[in-house]
């Protein structure tokens, strides 16, 4: 009898320490786990899905980045994303906010992705036309020109009211790096420095080859 009491004891003290080197190596049943840098469900946790990736951190130097590791763009304008060390990086725009009372763009917006061929369209100013046209410019990663036009004004632009403009550009995307620029110049006949304006967004091309 005390044989079997004594064998009872034993394999509960066997169970009970199995249980627990469950929890010690196993982690909580109810939690998240980092599996394959993605955030996995494991059983029912009560917290929510962390922010942002897993594993390893990825190297972050800008909001596209910040982005591409997983952590939320906050509503405004431009756009924050902020890494769980508390980094946060604005999302680039160009100079659209120092040109606003003077140009503004329709499409393509800041940080799109455009493929060719390309309908550019907004508004500008009066005098921001010569003979109700003025240039436009596509650039690559390094500031090569890869295409330009002409955007033509919609209306009257003997005003100093805005005037609807609408351009197209055809193009081949660049050969290296996706990203480039839209350049929207104000039209300057008089050829001085100091009557040079333009708009400046952040574009990326499509599929490359």
């Keep these: 009898m005390k044989k079997k009491i004594l064998f009872t004891g034993l394999a509960l003290l ?4 199995l249980f627990s080197l469950r929890f010690i190596l196993g982690g909580d049943e109810d939690t998240w786990l980092c599996e394959g840098g993605q955030w996995i469900r494991h ?13 390893p951190e990825p190297e972050i130097n800008n909001f596209n980045d910040c982005l591409a590791a997983g952590y939320p763009a906050m ?16 999302e680039d725009i160009g100079n659209e906010l120092e040109k606003t009372d003077l ?10 992705t455009i493929t060719s061929p390309l309908l550019i369209s907004g508004q500008a ?4 036309f010569f003979e109700a046209s003025f240039p436009v410019v596509l650039t690559d990663w390094d500031g090569l020109i890869i295409a330009e036009g002409i955007a033509q004004a919609e209306w009257d632009w003997m005003t100093e009211d805005f005037v609807p403009f609408s351009a197209t550009l055809e193009f081949d995307n660049p050969s290296l790096y996706n990203r480039g620029a839209l350049i929207l110049q ?8 100091e009557n040079d304006d333009a708009l400046e967004v952040p574009i990326f091309y499509k599929d490359l080859e």
């Design 14 to 17: 066997a169970l009970l320490a």
């Design 43 to 55: 059983g029912q946790p009560s917290a929510s899905k962390p922010v942002g990736g897993c594993g």
């Design 75 to 90: 509503e405004s304008y431009p756009r924050q994303c902020r890494t769980a060390d508390g980094n946060t990086f604005i």
């Design 103 to 112: 140009i503004r763009l329709d499409n393509p917006r800041p940080g799109q």
């Design 125 to 128: 100013r009066g005098t921001w």
């Design 186 to 193: 104000k039209d300057n006949p008089s050829g001085l420095p």
